[in-house]
């Protein structure tokens, strides 16, 4: 089946004005639109007023090159999800890596082959118009007062004291907007069946990484838990690299945290460290308690809902204990 390009515009991002022509002149033949920009500076101009279907961008440029234009691409929410191709002479695998960890769709070298760009740009035309399609009918996880509202009524409403707190941790695991009816309608409301319930509530949601700052996360999530923390006198002790970030959905990202910092202000002794460092392409962030009385099955369950959450964003968590009563919680994420 023949592709009609002629409802797509590509962005042409490159320093030597012959390039461009180049290009230029290779997807007018295949009948595409064409934008041009000579630096990354220019190239984020032109998006202000422009909205093309994909990005061609070299990365050898000066002042701003490839890759700080794919990071400021991704870090603007009405161009994050534009599709960018890198289209360079680099092609060392570090060059590759950055270029993906900025951001990048794809990594094609100069020079290419006519073909397989075209079918480079095409398919991720088409993989961006379905993820579009994707989000439209999907859950996301946004600000949604009513829901919010409709679970805190229905968990006041409860005489069951068991109950009502499986559904407040319900709404301290995941972000709020996944808590729907289907949650508050289960006939069986045990640790699994939440664990199941968020499995199948996570199989269609749509992930949107992008590079968080986990010191900005942390102070947050200590700000949002204040009341409890003063309540149950828990210090937090935080420890850190510097710059320590990760590449995660921010909601998601932000519930797992949420999480795991909260069930640990329940049930420590008094004090928890907090360490985030970064080891190799990851970062390890480290909640570590002494527990009071712990309820293994609801310390499994948190655990089990946070593993579920940060591998969709490529992620993992996992719980250590002591003979001590020494908890810690460890999340696993790339940079």
């Known amino acids: 089946m023949t592709i009609d390009n002629s409802q797509y515009t590509v962005l042409v991002v ?46 050898l440029m000066p002042n701003m090159n490839g890759f700080e234009t794919t990071r400021a691409i991704r870090a603007n929410p009405k161009t994050q999800d534009i599709p960018i191709i890198l289209l360079s002479a680099l092609n060392s695998d570090s060059d590759i890596k950055e270029g993906m960890d900025a951001g990048a769709n794809e990594f094609v070298t100069k020079p290419f082959v006519q073909d397989r760009l075209i079918a480079s740009i095409q398919n991720q035309i088409k993989n961006a118009e379905g993820n579009r399609k ?15 509202m409709r679970l805190l009524a229905f968990v006041a409403c409860q005489k069951q004291d ?29 640790p ?19 590079k968080i700052s986990v010191n900005q996360t942390l102070q947050d999530v200590i700000s949002l838990i204040k009341p409890a923390t003063k309540a149950r006198g828990v210090e ?20 797992v945290v949420t999480n795991l910092m909260s069930y640990a ?20 962030i480290v909640i570590s308690t002494k527990m009071v009385d712990e309820d293994v099955e609801t310390t499994d369950m948190r655990v ?25 919680y460890q999340i696993l994420l790339q940079i």
């Open 14 to 59: 490159d320093d030597v004005p012959v390039n461009i022509l180049l290009v230029k002149g290779m997807l007018a033949k295949q009948k595409f639109k064409v934008l041009s920009a000579t630096s990354g500076q220019q190239a984020l101009e032109v998006l202000t007023h422009e909205h093309p279907h994909c990005i061609l961008l070299d990365i």
């Open 134 to 148: 994707q989000q439209e009918t999907v859950p996301t996880a946004t600000s949604n007062y009513d829901g919010t």
């Open 162 to 190: 068991q109950f009502s707190r499986m559904l407040t941790d319900m709404a301290l695991c995941v972000p709020i907007d996944l808590v729907n009816d289907d949650l508050l309608n289960l006939p069986d409301h045990s």
């Open 192 to 210: 699994r069946a939440l664990v199941d319930w968020t499995v199948r509530r996570m199989q269609n949601y749509y992930v949107r990484n992008a």
């Open 236 to 255: 937090w002790d935080i420890q850190m690299s510097a710059d320590t970030s990760v590449s995660a959905d921010p909601l998601l990202f932000r519930a």
């Open 265 to 284: 202000c329940r049930m420590s002794e008094g004090h928890v460290q907090v360490a985030a460092a970064v080891d190799g392409g990851l970062t390890s």
């Open 304 to 328: 089990e809902i946070a593993l579920e959450i940060a591998s969709k964003m490529n992620g993992a968590v996992v719980c250590d204990r002591d003979d001590d009563g020494t908890c810690q």
